[in-house]
C-alpha cells in the first residue's frame, strides 16, 4: 500500500523555501510573483532539470471555488511528486499573461498528502441505526470499517429513513453525485441561498443588468485601460481574485487610471493600486449611493457642470423621474422625488448618508464630483457589500448610479459586479468547456427547497418558508454531506451542531476531517483530484486547465463516483442509468467537445485535434477531429490560452448594443429598459420573507449599523457595539486549505480591529480576544491597525470551529459563529451583517494556529 510517510519525507520542496516564495507573494500583494524571472524560467525545458532527468511535469488540478483559476504543474518522480511550479508555458506579457497561481495553490501538496488525509471508511464508535448517543456527534470515537460495511450502512439508513419518513426526511447538501443517487431514488430535501451573490442574485437581473458570475456586465480587460478612474466599491482582489486580475488591474493604473477604494478595510489592492480611500461601514454602501446621487442632482448643470448622463436616462432606463415611469406605477414613486425627499421630505443628502455611512459629507461631494465629473468611469463593485440583510436595495442604487452617470456601454465606461475568478475581465467566455457526456440526472420529486438561513432551524423547529407558497412542514433525519461544507458556511454554526445532533444519520464523503464531518455518523473517505483521471477546469474567459492524474488513489480513497455507483447497487438500480462509461471516458468526452473562438470572434472551431492513434492509446469510444491543438501536446501544456492584443476581435464593452440603440435592443425586462422603478423586484419579494420596494428606498438593514445602537437618536450605543463582517481570505478558500500548517503560519488569520477601538477597550496588537453575541462566542488574536474603519470588525472567512472543552468558546474565529440565522428581502445570505462585542480575553491566551495539532484520526501506523 501507499506509504505516506516515505512520500512526505521525499517531497523536497521545504517549509522555508515555500515561506520565502509565499513571503514574496503578501508582500507585494498578490502580484503575481518576479514576474522578471520567467525568461530564466523559459530556457527550462519540461522534466528537464539535471538531476530530475527521469520525472515528468504534470499539469495538476487547483480546483478550489477560491476567486482564481490558474496554471499549477508538479514534478513527479517514481510516483511522487516532489516539486511545484506555476505557468511557464508562454512568455509573460500584460497583453498575454501567464496564469500562476497563488500561495494555496503552491502548497496544495499540503493538502493532497497531509498527515490529515482521511485514510479508511469511518464510523462512529457509539452510532446504531436510529441514531445511537446522537449527543457525541463531534466527540465520540472513531472506528475504522470496510467499504463494503461503510456503504451497507448508508444505503440501509437510506432505505430505513424513507420508508419510515418518506423522501422528503433525506436531506443532501451542496451539489454532487449523491444527489443523482438520491433523485434516482425518489428524491431528497435541497436548499439554497443567493450564496456569493448576496443580493446580486436576483434583484440584478430582474432590473436588467448582470449578476457579476459571468462577467458580461462589464467591459474587458483591454478596454479598462481606457479609464481614467477605477471606482473598487467593496472590491479586493489582491486577495479574493488571485491569479491575473490583480495584474490587469495594474495595466490600467501604468495607463494613466486613478483609483478610489470603497471599502471599512484598506485593502493590499488599495495599496498596490494606490488608491485614495473612503472608510465605509459594511451595509451602508446604499445611503453613500443615494447621497452621491443627491450630490449630482444637485450640483448638475447640463450648461456649465455637467454631472448627469440625461440622454441615457431618458433613453435607457425608467422610474427616474415622473416623466419616465412604467405603465402602471404611481408617478409619486419615482426615483429623483425620492432622492430629493419631496414627499417624505428627507432629503438623501451627503448629510443624511454621513450619519450612516460615517464618511464625512465633503467627502461624499467630492466622490459624486469625482465619479460625475470624470469622463471615463469604472464604477465596479464585488458581492461582498451586498452580502447584507436588505441587500436588494444597494444593487439597485449602485446600478443607478451608472445610469445616472451614463458610465454604461462606452470603452473605459462601465458599472457592474467584477469579482471572483474573472475579475476584472468581462466578456463572453472565449473557450467553451466540453461535456462529460453522463446523461442528465433525474428530475427532484421531492419539491421541499429550504432557505440556506433556514436549513438548521428547520430540522429544529421542523417547519421552513417554502418561498412562493408559505410555511411547510419538515422532518429531516437523514444528511448527506457532499461536496460542500454547510456546517460551517451557511448560517449559526451552534444551531447547526445542534440539528446534527437531532437527526437519525449524517453521512459525509471528505479527503479530510473537515467540520462536516466531525458532526457525522459515517465518513466516506474520498481522493483529491489528483488521484482521479484528469479533466478540465474553466478559469477566465480566456483560458481553459486541462489537469492530469497525478498520482493513485492514496489509502482506501474512492471517488464520489465510485460511492455513486455502489450506493445505485446496493439501492437497487443499474449504475449504468449515471455512469454509462468510465471516467477516463467521460474526460476525453470534455476534451473533444471544448471549443474555442476563431479569429473573428463570433465562430468557434474544435480546441482539440484527436487522431485515431489518441483513442486507441487511450482504450475510448469517438472519432478522430481536426481541432486547434493536438491532444497530447494540450494535455502536457495543461493550459490553452487564448492570446489576445490591442485591437483583436475579442474585445468587450457591456450593453453595448443596448446603449446604442435601446428600442432595437430591448434588455430582459418588463420595459425593455433598465428598471429603476422595478416591479418585479417589489412583487418578487412578498413571496420571499421581507417586502422590497420598487425604488431603493434606504432602509436600515436588519443587524447593519443602526443595530449598534440602543437608541438611534440619542446615539446611545447598544448591547452589541460593533459591526462585523467576513472578507474572504487569502490563507484559505473557504474551508479549504485551513487545515494547511504553512498557509496557517503565513496568514494568522487574526481580527482586524481599528486602533482606536483598541485602545478604548485596552486591546493591543497580538492580544487574544473574545468576539461575542447571542449566536456564539470566537476567540482571536486581535490585530489593531489604522487601516480598519472605527467600529468595525473584519473577521476572515472560513476557519474550522475548533471548541473548549464544554462547547462554548470557539477558539479559531469561525465566522459563522456569529451569524444570526435569518432571512430577509428575496431570501438573501446576509453575512456581512453582523453586530457583536469584542473585549480581551480573560483566559489563556491563544497560541499560533500554525502550532495547532492537526486533526489525525488514524495516524499512519
Ligand atoms: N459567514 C460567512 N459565510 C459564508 C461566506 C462569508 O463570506 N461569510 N461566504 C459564502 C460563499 S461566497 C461561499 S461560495 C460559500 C462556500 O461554501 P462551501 O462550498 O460549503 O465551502 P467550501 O469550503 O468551498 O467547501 C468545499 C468542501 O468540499 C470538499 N471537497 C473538495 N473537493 C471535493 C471532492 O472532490 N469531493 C468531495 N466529496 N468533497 C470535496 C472540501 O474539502 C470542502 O470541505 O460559503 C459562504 N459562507
Ligand atoms: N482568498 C480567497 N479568495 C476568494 C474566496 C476565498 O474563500 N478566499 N472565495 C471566492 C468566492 S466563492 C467568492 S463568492 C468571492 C467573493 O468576493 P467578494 O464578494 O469580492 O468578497 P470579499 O473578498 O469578502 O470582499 C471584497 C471586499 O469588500 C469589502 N467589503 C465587505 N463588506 C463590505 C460592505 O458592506 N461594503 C463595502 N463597500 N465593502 C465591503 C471587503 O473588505 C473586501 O475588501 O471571493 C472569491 N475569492
Ligand atoms: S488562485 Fe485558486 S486556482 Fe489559482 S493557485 Fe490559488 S487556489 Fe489555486
Ligand atoms: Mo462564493
Not at 493600486?273 to 446621487?293: K, S, V
Not at 462566542?777 to 476572515?796: I, N, S, Y
Not at 473548549?804 to 430577509?824: C, F, R, W
Request: with cysteine; hydrophobic share 35%; charged share 25%.
Amino acid at each position: 500500500m501507499f506509504n505516506i510517510k516515505e512520500k512526505i519525507e521525499s517531497i523536497k520542496m521545504t517549509r522555508r523555501s515555500f515561506l520565502g516564495w509565499s513571503a514574496a507573494i503578501t508582500a507585494s500583494a498578490s502580484i503575481p510573483f518576479s514576474r522578471g524571472l520567467t525568461k530564466k524560467i523559459q530556457g527550462q525545458a519540461v522534466g528537464e532539470t539535471s538531476d530530475d532527468a527521469d520525472g515528468i511535469w504534470k499539469s495538476a488540478a487547483c480546483w478550489h471555488n477560491c476567486g482564481g483559476r490558474c496554471v499549477n504543474k508538479v514534478f513527479v518522480k517514481d510516483g511522487v511528486v516532489i516539486r511545484q511550479k506555476t505557468d511557464d508555458t508562454h512568455i509573460d506579457s500584460p497583453d498575454f499573461p501567464q496564469q500562476r497561481g497563488c500561495l494555496r495553490g503552491r502548497s496544495q501538496r499540503q493538502q493532497v498528502f497531509g498527515a490529515d488525509r482521511l485514510k479508511y471508511p469511518m464510523k462512529r464508535k457509539n452510532w446504531k441505526p436510529g441514531g445511537g448517543k446522537k449527543e457525541l456527534r463531534g466527540k465520540d470515537q472513531w472506528v475504522r470499517i470496510s467499504w463494503d460495511e461503510a456503504l451497507d450502512i448508508v444505503s440501509s439508513e437510506i432505505k430505513r429513513v424513507k420508508n419510515n419518513y418518506g423522501n422528503e426526511a433525506i436531506w443532501a447538501t451542496g451539489d454532487g453525485e449523491i444527489d443523482k443517487v438520491l433523485f434516482e431514488n425518489g428524491g431528497c430535501t435541497k436548499d439554497y441561498g443567493t450564496t456569493s451573490w448576496g443580493a446580486w442574485m436576483w434583484a440584478s437581473t430582474m432590473m436588467g443588468v448582470a449578476e457579476g458570475y459571468y462577467e458580461v456586465g462589464m467591459n474587458d480587460r483591454l478596454d479598462l485601460r481606457n479609464s481614467q478612474l477605477i471606482v473598487l466599491w467593496g472590491l479586493n482582489p489582491a486577495w479574493s481574485s488571485p491569479g491575473s486580475p490583480t495584474y490587469n488591474y495594474l495595466q490600467a493604473k501604468k495607463a494613466g487610471a486613478k483609483f478610489i477604494s470603497i471599502d471599512p478595510m484598506y485593502t493590499d489592492s488599495a495599496e498596490v493600486f494606490d488608491a485614495e480611500w473612503f472608510p465605509i461601514r459594511p451595509g451602508t454602501d446604499h445611503a453613500l449611493a443615494l447621497a452621491i446621487m443627491h450630490t449630482l442632482l444637485d450640483e448638475d448643470d447640463p450648461k456649465t457642470n455637467p454631472l448627469i448622463d440625461w440622454e441615457f436616462l431618458n433613453s435607457c432606463t425608467v422610474g427616474f423621474d415622473e416623466n419616465h415611469m412604467p405603465e402602471g406605477a404611481d408617478p409619486k414613486d419615482n426615483f429623483k422625488d425620492y432622492l430629493l425627499g419631496t414627499y417624505d421630505h428627507e432629503p438623501k443628502t451627503a448629510e443624511w448618508a454621513s450619519e450612516i455611512c460615517g464618511i464625512s459629507p465633503d467627502l461624499i461631494r467630492q466622490l459624486a464630483r469625482q465619479i460625475g465629473g470624470t469622463k471615463r468611469v469604472a464604477l465596479l463593485t464585488g458581492w461582498a457589500a451586498a452580502r447584507i440583510n436588505d441587500g436588494e436595495g444597494w444593487v439597485q442604487a449602485f446600478s443607478t448610479l451608472g445610469f445616472m452617470t451614463g458610465h454604461m456601454g462606452r470603452p473605459g465606461r462601465m458599472t457592474g459586479v467584477s469579482v471572483h475568478r474573472a475579475a476584472g475581465n468581462g466578456g463572453p467566455w472565449l473557450i467553451e468547456q466540453g461535456s462529460k457526456g453522463y446523461p442528465a440526472p433525474k428530475e427532484n420529486a421531492v419539491t421541499n427547497l429550504i432557505n440556506h438561513n433556514e436549513v438548521f432551524s428547520a430540522i429544529l423547529d421542523g417547519k421552513f418558508h417554502q418561498r412562493g407558497e408559505g410555511e411547510r412542514k419538515a422532518n429531516i433525519q437523514f444528511i448527506y454531506h457532499q461536496y460542500n461544507a454547510t456546517l460551517q458556511t451557511r448560517t449559526s454554526i451552534n444551531q447547526g451542531i445542534k440539528a446534527h445532533r437531532e437527526v437519525e444519520f449524517v453521512v459525509t464523503n471528505a479527503y479530510n476531517l473537515t467540520t462536516n464531518a466531525q458532526y457525522s455518523d459515517i465518513v466516506l473517505p474520498v481522493t483529491s483530484m489528483w488521484e482521479r483521471e484528469g479533466g478540465l477546469l474553466d478559469g477566465n474567459r480566456e483560458m481553459i486547465i486541462v489537469h492530469s492524474n497525478i498520482v493513485d488513489p492514496l489509502y482506501e480513497a474512492k471517488s464520489d463516483i465510485w460511492i455513486a455507483k455502489e450506493l445505485m447497487k446496493r439501492l437497487g438500480k443499474d449504475p449504468n442509468l449515471l455512469y454509462p462509461f468510465n471516467e477516463k471516458q467521460a474526460f476525453f468526452n470534455e476534451l473533444a467537445t471544448t471549443n474555442v473562438i476563431m479569429e473573428n470572434g463570433v465562430d468557434f472551431e474544435p480546441l482539440v485535434e484527436i487522431t485515431a492513434a489518441d483513442i486507441k492509446v487511450w482504450g475510448v469510444k469517438g472519432k478522430p477531429q481536426k481541432g486547434r491543438v493536438p491532444m497530447a501536446e494540450l494535455i502536457e501544456r495543461g493550459v490553452y490560452q487564448v492570446a489576445r492584443r490591442p485591437g483583436d476581435n475579442f474585445g468587450h464593452i457591456a450593453y453595448e448594443d443596448f446603449v446604442n440603440d435601446p428600442e432595437n435592443n430591448p434588455v430582459d425586462t418588463p420595459s425593455g429598459k433598465f428598471e429603476i422603478y422595478c416591479e418585479t423586484i417589489h412583487e418578487k419579494s412578498k413571496e420571499g420573507w421581507s417586502e422590497i420596494p420598487p425604488i431603493p428606498k434606504y432602509t436600515p438593514k436588519t443587524l447593519g449599523y443602526e443595530n449598534t445602537f440602543g437608541n438611534w437618536k440619542s446615539k446611545e450605543k447598544g448591547k452589541y457595539p460593533f459591526q462585523l463582517y467576513n472578507p474572504h481570505y487569502l490563507r484559505r478558500s473557504h474551508t479549504v486549505f485551513d487545515n494547511i500548517p504553512w498557509l496557517r503560519e503565513m496568514m494568522p488569520s487574526p481580527l482586524f480591529m481599528n486602533a482606536t477601538d483598541a485602545k478604548e477597550r485596552g486591546i493591543k496588537d497580538g492580544d487574544t480576544v473574545i468576539i461575542y453575541n447571542d449566536h456564539g462566542k470566537t476567540l482571536r488574536p486581535a490585530r489593531v491597525t489604522q487601516t480598519m474603519t472605527p467600529g468595525v470588525l473584519a473577521l476572515p472567512h472560513g476557519a474550522w470551529p475548533r471548541f473548549d472543552k464544554d462547547e462554548k468558546i470557539d477558539k479559531a474565529g469561525a465566522d459563522n459563529i456569529l451569524q444570526a440565522p435569518i432571512s430577509t428581502g428575496l431570501g438573501t445570505s446576509g453575512w456581512n451583517t453582523v453586530v457583536c462585542d469584542v473585549k480581551k480575553y480573560a483566559g489563556k491566551p491563544l497560541t499560533e494556529d500554525k502550532d495547532w495539532e492537526q486533526l489525525i484520526v488514524f495516524p499512519e501506523g
